[in-house]
Every structure is written in C-alpha cells, then in structure tokens.
C-alpha cells in the first residue's frame, strides 16, 4: 500500500516544475539548502506537518528533508490544497495525505495518517497552522 493518498499522481510532473519555480523566488529556504544541507541538523526530526498544501508549501517541505528530516503532511484546509502540489510531494516520497475537496472525515482521516505513520512512526515535532 502507498503511504500517501491526493488527488491524481497525473498532476506530480505539473508539480515539481511548478516547485522549480517557486524555488527561485523563496531565496531564503534555499540558501538553508545550501549552507546546511550537506550538515543535516534536522537529522532524527520527525515532523507532522499541517499547513496549506501548497507549491510554496512544498519547497519548504523539500528544505525540511534536504535539512534532514523525516516528514508526514496534511493540509490544514480542505479548499486550499493544490493537488499537483501534494501529488509531486507524494511522487517525491513525502507521505502526504491531501487533496482539494476532502469531506470533514477525510480531513481527520487524512491527519490521522500524519500523525501515525507505519511502524510506530511517532512526530517528535509538529508544524501546523490549524489542523
């Protein structure tokens, strides 16, 4: 089974080129790629992230990763999610549970599955903005 479940996987190539372009106007997150990446100080960070799945959204995400972490998403709102965005992070291997439309169950499903990942997977931080 996948660990991530949007919209239409379709949309990931729209996605990561969308991302590319964010990247080049979000200067701060990449200059942290760049001068910490290669250190990993957010190694043994597991992150629930709760914030408006976004192509802005995923450049953070990336970050996160690149900086070393371990990460599972949900959105924080179930009409702002931008469904190539969600699905290049899943392309990406981002358990990421979100997509534009979900029902007030799906929501909760979908934080859910943020929180308790496989394998006893437990965040040992949380990102949010009203999950």
């Excluded at 080129?17 to 200059?31: D, V």
């Excluded at 990993?40 to 990336?62: D, F, N, S, Y």
């Excluded at 392309?91 to 007030?104: L, N, Q, R, V, Y």
Aim: glycine fraction near 10%.
């Amino acid at each position: 089974m996948s660990d991530y479940k949007v919209a239409d996987m379709s949309l990931a190539d729209w996605g990561r080129k969308e991302t590319a372009i964010a990247e080049t106007e979000m200067p701060g997150l990449m200059a942290l790629r760049e001068e910490y990446g290669a250190e990993k100080p957010l190694k043994g960070a597991r992150i629930a992230g709760c914030l408006h799945m976004t192509i802005q959204t995923a450049v953070l995400m990336e970050t996160l990763v690149e900086l070393g972490a371990e990460l599972r998403w949900s959105s924080c709102n179930i009409f702002s999610t931008q469904d190539h965005a969600a699905a290049a992070m899943a392309a990406a291997g981002i358990p990421t549970f979100a997509w534009k439309g979900e029902s007030e169950e799906e929501f909760w499903w979908c934080i859910d599955q943020t929180i308790f990942g496989p394998d006893g997977w437990r965040p040992n931080m949380l990102l949010d903005d009203g999950g």
